[in-house]
């Protein structure tokens, strides 16, 4: 059921008029760009109703517009009250929120300096200026006061060390590389506000953001000093030792912004690196003469694994792998016997057999169980009131994954556990032969994403079929789940950088018919460098390496539309399966025998 926004809106608009201003954005990011955030910034959230991870919230004096992807439309779409509109972004004829912004005049738009990026403001305050408009920085934002008392604290857990054994770099290691780079660019330091880019440079992590291992904190690195601000409640007595060893100075994490501005006042003509991701609030301390943007050296060097990161990802791949066949032999079991279980159920279970791997922190994201309809929304969070039965005559999709300390896993599974249709089976074929294509690409180095997302739809464009998301998405090693900058997608940030050997990725394509099913197979892959009969223009050439060991829907490939060439991968991937994941079910007949079924040759 929708959340009933009337009283909040109501409350906002009248601290907008307090404030002198006509329109006020609210995205859904935290003052650290983050794409998960905690609950007291779930801003969005809270005035809309609307809980999607993505998404920009503007409301006017008379007007209230949610703006998002495809991910969300049939999700949106249930939660947002008749107080807002649903702005389906990418869709003919549908503005962004910059665009809808740009249709009026003389609008004073009012926001948080700290949660939109520099670039994005820059841009659209060029925009706004020949049509009277201007963006207005408040000190306070109007979300949290019509919170009030009832926004949730900051969360307040500890620190802790993530030991180089997993690492494979130290933090000395990693700073020298970014000093080298600071010099390089002719800049005197850089300021780090990405908060899994802070807890990866200094080899730490933290719980303040649910599924994400990552504290709120901001670096400052310069030639001769790197300061951390952190709450120091959080720095225990190991964290600090770790840091004396770097050289890196602890700081109050409320200190930052005035720390930024008696730097901003000092830099005579220096420059200082930021992140063309950063808010605007940072480049305004900075002075925005004083700053220079550009994409983040420490995105990009977070992105390609070192061998230990690497090797940490195979291992919790397959313990990952062990606990979801358990699970999925378990529910086939319960549902074959007449057991009713509803969606959150499953995915309680689930995480039990998460629990009992060896390394298990936590989730890496909410897990989507999801049966029938529920499948159709692609980012589906089941809730306990609201949730369906499983239904062993409809499709099950299962998203889901795993925070260990040696990696991060996400996986999807589809599967039929009564008798799929024709149809079912047709779509389920046709998704799982763009896996495969993506899987078997080989590429010259330098290619995007952006290059190789037409080859996970080819199979479903056979058909006239296709889906609104991206292909797949970096994944993090013990740290977020979506990592940047690359990945593979239709979208034009896709295009603006290439895959590289060392770096995780996603294959993910799917097909979902609202009200019915949906359908998704995924599965971690790692970029890696290939042999090759030639080698023209002397560029080296790029494959992928699958890392997630787990069985595919059985019952629902259609073997009459595969190749031989599909039909080999999928034995062959079957027999990986089984040969990896038998070692760790030993102890579990049900499970073993589950696995021999599923993985037999087609």
């Not at 003052?31 to 969005?44: G, L, P, T, V």
């Amino acid at each position: 059921m929708p959340t009933v926004t009337t009283d909040r809106l109501e409350k906002f608009r009248s601290l907008m008029e307090e404030h002198e201003v006509d329109a006020f954005l609210v995205p859904s990011e935290d003052a650290h760009q983050s794409e998960y955030i905690a609950d007291c910034d779930k801003r969005r959230h809270w005035i809309s109703g609307f809980t999607g991870s993505a998404g920009c919230a503007v409301i006017t004096k008379t007007e209230a517009a949610v703006f998002t992807d495809g991910r969300y439309f049939l999700q949106a779409s249930q939660q947002l009250d008749d107080n807002w509109v649903l702005m389906k972004q990418g869709l003919p004829g549908v503005p962004t929120w910059q665009e809808y912004l740009l249709q009026h005049s003389n609008l004073r738009i009012g926001m948080d300096p700290t949660l939109i990026n520099a670039v994005d403001a820059h841009h659209l305050k060029k925009q706004l200026g020949p049509l009277g408009s201007s963006l207005v920085c408040l000190d306070k934002n109007l979300v949290d006061l019509a919170w009030g008392s009832s926004r949730p604290e900051a969360p307040k857990d500890k620190i802790f060390v993530q030991p180089i054994q997993y690492t494979g770099k130290s933090v000395q290691e990693k700073l020298k590389e970014l000093r080298d780079y600071i010099v390089s660019v002719k800049v005197m330091g850089t300021v780090v506000s990405a908060l899994d880019e802070i807890a990866w440079l200094f080899n730490l992590r933290g719980s303040d953001i649910e599924c994400n291992p990552v504290f709120f904190s901001y670096a400052l690195v310069t030639v001769d000093e790197a300061v951390l601000y952190v709450d120091l409640d959080k720095v225990t007595e190991e964290v600090q030792e770790h840091l004396d060893e770097a050289s890196v100075k602890t700081k109050p994490y409320t200190d930052f912004f005035d720390d930024l501005r008696a730097l901003g006042a000092e830099l005579d003509g220096r420059k200082v690196l930021v992140n063309n991701k950063t808010s605007l609030a940072i480049e305004l301390a900075l002075g925005e003469d004083h700053v220079v943007e550009k994409r983040s050296f420490v995105t990009d060097a977070k992105a390609i694994k070192t061998p230990e990161e690497l090797n940490g990802m195979r291992a919790c791949h397959l313990r990952d792998g062990a606990a979801l066949v358990r699970y999925l032999a378990w529910l086939e079991k319960q549902l074959v016997e007449g057991v009713q279980l509803d969606e959150c159920e499953g995915a309680d279970r689930l995480e039990l057999f998460r629990r009992e791997q060896d390394h298990f922190i936590g989730l890496s994201f909410d897990t989507i169980s999801s049966t029938g309809p529920s499948g159709a929304i692609i980012h589906y969070k089941p809730e306990k009131e609201t949730c369906r039965i499983i239904d062993i005559n409809q499709i099950y999709l299962c998203d889901s994954g795993g925070q260990y300390l040696d990696g991060t896993t996400d996986v999807t599974r589809t599967f039929h556990f009564g008798a799929p249709s024709d149809y079912e089976k047709r779509c389920f074929t046709r998704v799982l032969q763009g896996h495969i294509a993506i899987d078997e690409l080989v590429f010259p180095v330098g290619t995007t994403g952006y290059l190789l997302d037409p080859f996970a739809r080819q199979a479903l464009w056979k058909d006239g079929l296709n889906f609104l998301h991206g292909t797949g998405h970096g994944v993090g090693c013990f740290l977020n789940v979506h990592e940047g900058p690359h990945g593979i997608g239709f979208r034009p940030h896709f295009n603006d950088t290439a895959l590289a050997a060392g770096m995780t990725v996603t294959d993910e394509p799917g097909y979902y018919e609202d009200g019915k099913f949906g359908i998704r197979i995924e599965n971690v892959v790692i970029v890696k460098e290939v042999e090759t009969p030639n080698n023209f223009g002397g560029r080296g050439y790029l494959g992928f390496e699958h890392v997630t060991i787990a069985p595919l829907g059985h019952n629902l490939i259609d073997v009459n539309l595969l190749t031989v060439t599909e039909r080999e991968w999928v034995n062959n991937y079957h027999q990986e399966v089984l040969e990896k994941l038998l070692p760790y079910l030993v102890h579990d007949e049900l499970a073993t025998e589950w696995l021999k079924k599923e993985t037999t040759p087609i």
